[in-house]
């Protein structure tokens, strides 16, 4: 075999190493090192992704469900972010009005 042989290239940033597993097995890694020592560091603050999430999806999930009920809110269902209420003027009819609520999500 001995066709892989080690090259060091100190210009590159970013070196491939050999490392040994506690098995014995050995793995090829990427040292980014160097890499992470010549770039700028960006003190540009993340958001934290729990605020992002609280912030848009009450808003943006009942937009949604407004858009898709428009027809039927207000008639003969009811809705909220958490809640979605098919309501009937006769009882005969409130099976109907439920298939119907259901057809709109499909």
Same mark, same amino acid.
């Given at each position: 075999? #001995?066709?892989?042989?080690? *090259?060091? &290239? @100190? =210009?590159?940033?970013?070196? /491939? *190493?050999?490392?040994?597993?506690?098995? #014995?097995?050995? =793995? /090829?890694?990427?040292?980014?090192?160097?890499?992470?020592?010549?770039?700028?560091?960006?003190?540009? @603050?993340? @958001? !934290?992704?729990n %605020?992002? /999430?609280?912030?848009?999806? #009450?808003?943006? !999930?009942? =937009?949604?469900?407004? =858009?898709? &009920?428009?027809?039927? %809110?207000g $008639?003969? +269902?009811?809705?909220?972010?958490?809640? +979605?209420? *098919?309501?009937?003027?006769? *009882?005969? $009819? !409130?099976? %109907?009005?439920?298939?119907?609520?259901?057809?709109?999500?499909?």
């Amino acid at each position: 075999m #001995g066709m892989i042989k080690e *090259v060091k &290239f @100190p =210009r590159w940033l970013a070196n /491939v *190493v050999v490392v040994q597993k506690k098995n #014995g097995k050995r =793995r /090829v890694c990427v040292d980014y090192t160097d890499l992470n020592k010549a770039c700028l560091k960006d003190l540009f @603050p993340f @958001p !934290h992704i729990n %605020s992002m /999430v609280d912030a848009t999806s #009450g808003a943006t !999930h009942q =937009r949604l469900i407004n =858009r898709m &009920f428009k027809d039927k %809110s207000g $008639d003969t +269902m009811e809705v909220d972010i958490d809640n +979605m209420v *098919v309501k009937a003027k006769k *009882v005969e $009819d !409130h099976l %109907s009005d439920l298939e119907e609520a259901l057809n709109i999500l499909d």
